[in-house]
Structures are given as C-alpha cells and as structure tokens.
C-alpha cells in the first residue's frame, strides 16, 4: 500500500493518520497516561475522549520532529528511498523503525507499524541509507598527513560524524592514544564516530614512522608484540612499509595464532603475490601497481581484501588541488578551522621543485592505475571496503569519504556497489556484518537521512539531513566548527622518514 504524502512541519497535524501507517503499542507518555484516565470518564463522552486522546498521542509524536526522541522513545521514519547497504534495488516509499539502539523494521511502508509512541520523521523525497565507514584514516590532525594535532581530536571526531562517517578504523597511530579515542567513544563519554583501530604499526628496525611503529629487528620479537596486541584487542595488526618478506610471513603466522588478521602497506608493492603469498588478510590500499590476470587470480585464492584510498592517491597527483574550488564544499567548510585552509592553499598554491614535479607525474600514473584497479578487483569479485587515508592535503576527514565514493564511481562502479563497499561490506569486512553495516531488523540503528537519492547521483550523499547514531539523533548543528569554542590547536611537526 502507498502511503500518502503528508507534511509535519509547523506541527500542522490535522488528526489523521497518514493512510497505510498503522499504530501500535501500549502509550507510554504522560500525554498518553492522561488520556487513558480520562477515557474511563465517563461512558458518553468515551468515543469523543478517545479520539481526542488518538490526536494528542500523535501529536505527541509528531511535535517533536527536528528535536531530539525522549529517552527511550521509538524514531519512525516514513515514506523514505530506503537504501539497505547490501547492494538491493532502493525501497521507495519505505519506512524505518528505531526503537533504543536497533533497527526494529526496515522495509516497505506496506509492512511496517508504527509504534503509538513514535517520533515520526517524515522523509517524503529522501533517501535513508546505513551511516558509512572510512576504514582507513588517521586520528592525528593536521592537514598535511605528517605533522600532527593530538588535541585537536574533538574537532575532526565530529567532522567525520557531521559528514555522516559513523564508523571508522584508524590504521596507524600512537597505541595508547588511539586505544582510549576508542575506549571513551565506545563508552558514550566521546562524541564521534565508533572506532576501529590497529594500534601502532610493525616495522622493521628503520620504521617510516618512528612516532607511530614499533620496530622489529627479529622475529624473535614478534610473539611478545602480537601478545601485547592482543591483551590491547587491537581489530587488525598493521605490517608497514620497511618489514621484509620473512617478517610479514613470521608476524602473519603469530598473529593468526591469537585470531587476528594483518593488514599491510608496502606501497607500490601493494597486491603483488610475494606479498600475498606471506600470509595477510589484505591491503590497506588499493594497489598503484600492474595487476595482471595471475596476480588477481593469486590473490583471490588467498582470499584477500582491500581498503580503497583512492583519495590519497589523487591527493599525491595533486589533481584535485588543481583547483581548489571544492573547499567551499560544506562539509568541509562548516568544520574546518580557517588557519587549516590557509595553510592548504598555501601549500597548493606554492611552485613545485623539479624532483616534486617529477615526483607528482609519477603519482599521476600511480593514481591512474588505482583507478584501473579498483574496477578490475571489483569485477573479479574481491572484498572491498572504503578508506580514504585521511589527513593529507586535500583529503578531509569526513568529506575525503564522499570524494572517496565519487572516485570510485568515476572508476565504473554502480553508486549501489559504491554505498556497499562504504556500508555492508565495511561491515564484513571487519566482520561484524551481523552488527551494523544494513538497514535490516536487529542491526544497529546508525543511520542517515538524505535529501537526495545517492542511488542515481552518488554526489547526493553529500546532502545529509540527518544523522542517527545508536538509535539516537545525532544535533548536527552542535559538530560545526565554531571559533568561538574551538581552543585553537596548532599542529606539532611529526616524523617521516621513508
Ligand atoms: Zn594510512
């Protein structure tokens, strides 16, 4: 059944249901309670009361719409697109039932009912689709990728949950630090987005990263580290750049032992088979190499999974600094500090060195073949999630994620495929697609509301209206970036050696 159109706003409601959405449920409000004692009044006036009571149960209910849910109160949206994640034709006129932190129904509005005491929103036009995942980013500011501000961790939390990142994995960080980001935001004490983290990297004894790796010089050293990991519970081990063959295959195999996975970056070894072939679970990045028939075929018989970064790839191309146009884009204009943007357009705007030119033009073929591989490896069916790399110049935490997906779609994926590499198969990927990653009954309700309809334009999902987090409506307006509040960290250089 279609259910009609029928706006809430200015609390104009008229006393009639929205046709096709039934009521159910025992009332629970005050409102409610009142309406129940008067309703036993008197036995004249009862048909009357009670429909006075039906009014002011919805009204209740609808009054409410662009505030907060009261605690414990159900949140129904109506005559949604429903985009479910997993890659299913969108849902029009649907409906989505939150009730605490779980998706109690998701589907069409002809099977849906409405708890009595909902909060209804009503998203006649708009898409509702699962909060996304950038599952490879960095919790250390800055805007250039190296130095790093550690204090300013509020600000860019709520710029990826502004931008409608619910979910995240930091690949690479100080342990302690990224362990307690994750820690307090598990415990609702700190706002953003949920954490995944793979702690420190592992490599070898001349790290890339002094500040962000432990370096192993031995194998011999490899057991206590993977069981200081897993007492930590780290989601993933992360092998770096300088770690030789020998040593992946030995951190692999200890890792595997405890039941954790290892992720690794090698750069432009990313996807070759010697690498593949020492026992990963997958690549951080998209491979910038050749991928011939036998080096896909290879990996797809050792079953392993990649992380896209398309957007690093391009930020190393300089491409997108090109025209730096795209900083007026709200989601990073509305929560990014003007010194940040300063700095960036100084850094795009400064004349290139001989060897950086050199450098950019071989980013530029290593950006192309990203492009190249991301379509072969998705049509050769792989696992594939996205990641952005974020910070590096031009590639904004929150914002990077959107970009992220239009790359993926100017590369030939469908805007569905691209949504579910960002959704349901982030969720697979860190195995936890029972969890959250879909829009089905029983996954976390972490959601987001669109005024557009990604599934055609994938550029709409930079249209979010709403953000539900848990189950709980996210004040969007509260995670802008205000001056006035803001303290004003300035990043600390850090250290790069590669
Ligand atoms: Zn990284």
């Known amino acids: 059944m279609r259910v009609k159109s029928v706006s809430y706003v200015n609390n104009s409601f008229s006393g009639n249901l929205p046709s096709g959405l039934i009521l159910r449920g025992k009332p629970t409000t005050s409102h409610q309670m009142a309406c129940i004692q008067n309703s036993f009044d008197g036995k004249k006036r009862k048909m009357k009361i009670a429909l006075r009571c039906l009014a002011l149960v919805l009204m209740a209910g609808l009054c409410t719409v662009g505030a907060s849910a009261g605690e414990g109160q ?10 479910d994640g997993m890659g ?18 998701a589907g069409p509005a002809s099977g849906v009912s409405v708890p009595r005491d909902a909060q209804i929103i009503d998203a006649t036009g708009k898409t509702v689709m699962p909060g996304l995942a950038d599952l490879h980013v960095h919790l250390q500011g800055s805007w250039d990728g190296i130095s790093v501000d550690l204090l300013g961790y509020q600000r860019y939390l709520k710029a990826m949950l ?57 194998r011999y050293q490899i057991p206590e580290i993977v069981r200081r990991d897993k007492a930590a519970k780290v989601d993933m081990i992360k092998g770096y750049s300088n770690l030789s063959e020998h040593m992946l295959h030995w951190l692999s195999e200890e890792a595997g032992k405890e039941g954790i996975r290892v992720v690794i970056d090698q750069w432009e070894r990313n996807g070759s088979p010697d ?57 990073i204009a509305d929560t990014t500090p003007p010194w940040f943007l300063t700095e960036l357009r100084e850094f795009a705007n400064k004349p290139q060195t001989e060897p950086e030119k050199k450098e950019t033009q071989e980013s530029i073929v290593a950006h192309q073949e990203a492009m190249r591989n991301v379509k072969k490896l998705h049509d ?13 110049p031009g590639v904004f935490q929150g914002e990077g994620l959107h970009h992220e997906l239009e790359l993926m779609v100017e590369a030939g994926w469908k805007p569905l495929e691209a949504i579910r590499a960002s959704t349901y198969d982030a969720a697979r990927l860190m195995k936890a697609e029972n969890e959250w990653g879909s829009l089905q009954a029983g996954r976390r309700a972490t959601l987001l509301i669109i005024a557009g309809n990604p599934a055609e334009r994938i550029s709409d999902t930079r249209k979010i209206e709403t953000v539900i987090q848990d189950g709980k409506i996210v004040d969007r307006t509260a995670l802008k970036y205000d001056m006035k509040t803001d303290a004003g960290y300035r990043a600390v250089p850090g250290l790069f050696n590669p």
């Not at 159900?74 to 985009?83: E, K, Q, T």
Request: proline share 6%; aromatic share 10%.
């Open 162 to 218: 502004y931008a409608g990142v619910t979910t995240l994995m930091d690949t690479g960080n100080y342990q302690p630090w990224v362990l307690q980001l994750r820690q307090e935001q598990a415990a609702g004490r700190l706002q953003g987005p949920r954490i995944y983290c793979v702690g420190a990297m592992i490599d070898s004894a001349d790290p890339a990263w002094p500040d962000l790796a432990y370096a192993v010089t031995s």
């Open 88 to 105: 299913g034709s969108p849902v029009e006129n649907a409906a989505v039932v939150v009730r605490d932190k779980t998706i109690e129904y």
């Open 275 to 331: 690498l593949v072939a020492t026992g990963i679970s997958g690549f951080a990045h998209l491979p910038t190499r050749k991928m011939n028939e036998a080096d896909i075929q290879f990996a797809k018989e050792h079953n392993i999974f990649f992380i896209t970064t398309l957007t690093v790839t391009e930020a190393f191309a300089r491409t997108r600094l090109n025209d730096i146009g795209f900083l007026k884009e709200p989601y």
């Open 380 to 392: 050769a069916g792989f696992l594939i999630a996205t990641g952005t790399d974020a910070p590096y």
């Open 74 to 83: 159900p949140i129904a949206i109506v005559h949604a697109r429903l985009i």
